[in-house]
């Protein structure tokens, strides 16, 4: 059993993690109530009733409204759709810039390039891996009209710091709260604190219908254009008072009858699915605060993280082999981890290439377009340390997990730190 498995021994975990959701009864119950009904969207793409959706649409926008407190909820068919309605409600466009962090899913980027606006990226604190604060000062420019947050893994971003920033420079403020739903920033959800927040309810998202998500916002006009935005907003908009037309090139965001109802029983589960996260990921920080050269996720006093995903830093000098063979190792033996996140946005070929609209360099080129943003690789130091040599991340502190299963982690990384000399002479 000390053999390490890389090198052949027997794996400590060799039944496989959960990665899928839980699908509970008042999901399956919806789904063949919709089913029966036979209206599978409610969705009209014209004034009147059927504008905002069907039953299940608007009971699960209510309980969103209910749960974060707050004027309007706007469902939609994925997180990606939600960033670009709001982007488009904000009437951001060609010459614009918008600050966003380089450590995030790419949608959070390329939702700005939808409008054809440009991304500007901006390094990552290195102990909550969320935007900085500091450097986002020094990113503003007079063409800058947003900032774009994203709560990464589950910990929220220093909200103050950067409200405080965006109301001096009369700037919207984007939450994306992708992998943060149920997080807490002084007292306040996460969303609720800027202009917009936006969630995901993608299939490996702590509540999911597949794919899906929603905005939420107190701004009533912000509102009306991201339902506008979501539905064929171009045949509607001549029936509102809005004069503001701005980027109301309606898109098919809808969300379907069927995807609402597996939200809504999701949903009523978010507090109970996060909370078990947080029990799971106390305990590992517990058992893992033994093993030297591991830098474990700190929970701010101010703040309520909810462990999307379970990041730790790695001291290769400390702990006498780099974060790579650690990784490799730890999935030998059967734990589902990675090295790094996704790899810094700006090192994409879009961006390294700057062309996306046709061949010839849109929106970067675009004449309204008067900046010099870089992207040449190096500009976000921490991000790159984190992607290539310290952070690791695993995703086993969810539902329905135990500390029986948190154990077979525990197990893995002692078996490895035991064995270490032998590992790093391979």
Do not use: W
Request: charged content about 25%; aromatic content about 8%; hydrophobic content about 40%.
């Amino acid at each position: 059993m000390n053999k390490l498995a890389i090198l052949g021994g027997k794996k400590i975990r060799k039944k496989p993690f959960i990665s899928h959701a839980i699908i509970g009864n008042e999901e399956k119950k919806r789904i063949n109530d919709v089913l029966k009904g036979g209206m599978l969207s409610g969705f009209i793409a014209k004034a009147g009733d059927g504008f905002l959706g069907g039953r299940q649409v608007r009971e699960f926008e209510y309980l969103i409204k209910k749960y974060f407190d707050i004027k309007f909820a706007i469902s939609v068919n994925s997180a990606t759709a939600a960033l670009q309605t709001a982007i488009g409600a904000c009437g951001i466009g060609p010459g614009d810039e918008v600050i966003v962090t380089p450590y995030t899913m790419s949608a959070s980027a390329t939702s700005i390039i939808m409008s054809n606006a440009i991304p500007v990226f901006v390094d990552i604190n290195e102990e909550n891996f969320c935007i900085d604060p500091e450097k986002i000062r020094k990113a503003i420019t007079p063409r800058t009209k947003a900032i774009m947050v994203v709560h990464l893994f589950g910990h929220p971003a220093n909200m103050a710091e950067i409200m405080k920033i965006a109301r001096i420079h009369n700037l919207y403020v984007i939450e994306d709260c992708a992998q943060a739903p149920g997080a807490i920033y002084k007292r306040k959800l996460v969303g609720t604190i800027g202009d917009i927040g936006i969630f995901s309810l993608n299939q490996h998202k702590t509540i999911t219908c597949g794919e899906g998500g929603f905005a939420i916002t107190s701004d009533k006009k912000l509102a009306l254009k991201m339902q506008l935005i979501r539905n064929h907003g171009e045949v509607v908009v001549g029936d509102t008072s809005l004069n503001d037309i701005t980027n109301i090139v309606g898109f098919n965001y809808r969300m379907t009858e069927l995807e609402a109802a597996v939200s809504i029983g999701q949903f009523k589960r978010l507090d109970f699915l996060n909370k078990h996260r947080i029990n799971l990921a106390r305990y590992l920080t517990r058992k893992l605060s033994k093993f030297k050269g591991l830098i474990l996720p700190k929970e701010d006093k101010q703040s309520k993280h909810v462990y999307f995903v379970y990041p730790i830093r790695i001291k290769e000098k400390e702990i006498g082999m780099s974060r790579n063979v650690l990784v490799k190792a730890l999935q030998a033996e059967g734990i589902p981890c990675g090295a790094g996140y996704v790899r810094p946005i700006y090192h994409e070929p879009l961006y390294q290439k700057r062309i996306a609209y046709g061949k010839k360099g849109c929106p970067f080129t675009c004449s309204y377009y008067k900046g010099k943003t870089s992207y040449t690789k190096g500009i976000c130091p921490v991000t790159e340390r984190m992607h290539k040599n310290e952070l690791m991340i695993t995703s086993v502190c969810r539902y329905p997990h135990t500390k029986k299963d948190i154990d077979d982690v525990i197990g893995a990384f002692q078996k490895i730190f035991d064995n270490k000399n032998k590992l790093v002479k391979q």
